[in-house]
């Protein structure tokens, strides 16, 4: 098959490529600078700007393209990750709409789709949305879509929880205060941590794009979510690092303002549509999936 991929130069991007590369399919990275090679073509998202032509040649697009929210939430930046998603998503959306023979659009978007926290209440597909800053963007983010569903395209929403891999991502931030020593839960470490292996995100994704009765919304994320205390409990223990030292909220939410919601927020996932549609987790715990990570 031949894939068309915009934001395929970050961390989940270059494992996605590598993945289809294994096996065997076709990958055409959207770039914003000047395309370099026949497996490049430019793109401007935020000016509606990219060649239909490669999309037609394509059987699957999908979209990773956004900011990071790892860094402070000025209203300026808050524009800039709200912008870089809609935009991306609505350039690719209007040209596939407007295609005779539509590619199947995945577009990634995430858990917070559900809110900020939502306790320990089960989210599945069917869970009405939530609110938050990111919320915010993930609503209006997936709805940029929709012309491309409306037009007769396969659109698959990814609602992807927090990917841990080997090699970077958010387990290399998580791995530094235990490797320091100073491990702990943060806050009372009763939120949920909506997760998911590197390796059954790629796995999903291409399942995704390979199986033609799937659309609308699938929560990419485990089955078996931990909680912070028992994620905690089992990175320290494959780390053999003690977990004694735990962060109180309070100086969470001073060291880190609003981004402390993304570490005390409960997003309590589970992937029903995509077990429903025969998808097979290989790394269905926090055991399995730090173990992949960190291991092999």
Known sequence: MRFVLAGGSGYLGTALRDHLARGGHDVVRLVRGDA??????TWDAYQGQVDSAVLASADVVVNLSGATIGRPWTRSYRRTILDSRVKSTSTLANAIAALDAKPTFLSQTGMNFYGDDRGDEVLTEDSASGGGFLGGVVTPWEGSTRVAAESGARVCLMRSGVVLGPGGGTLRTLQIPFRLGVGGRLGDGTQYFSSISL???????????????????????APKPPTNAE???ELGRQLHRPTVLPVPAFVLKTALGELSGLLLGSLRGHPRRLLDSGFHFDHPDISAILRSALHG
């Open 231 to 233: 994620l905690t409990q």
């Open 36 to 41: 370099r090679s026949r497996s490049e073509s």
């Open 199 to 221: 390796h059954d995100w790629v796995r999903a994704v291409d399942f995704l794009a390979t199986t033609d009765s799937a659309s609308g919304p699938f929560n990419l994320t």
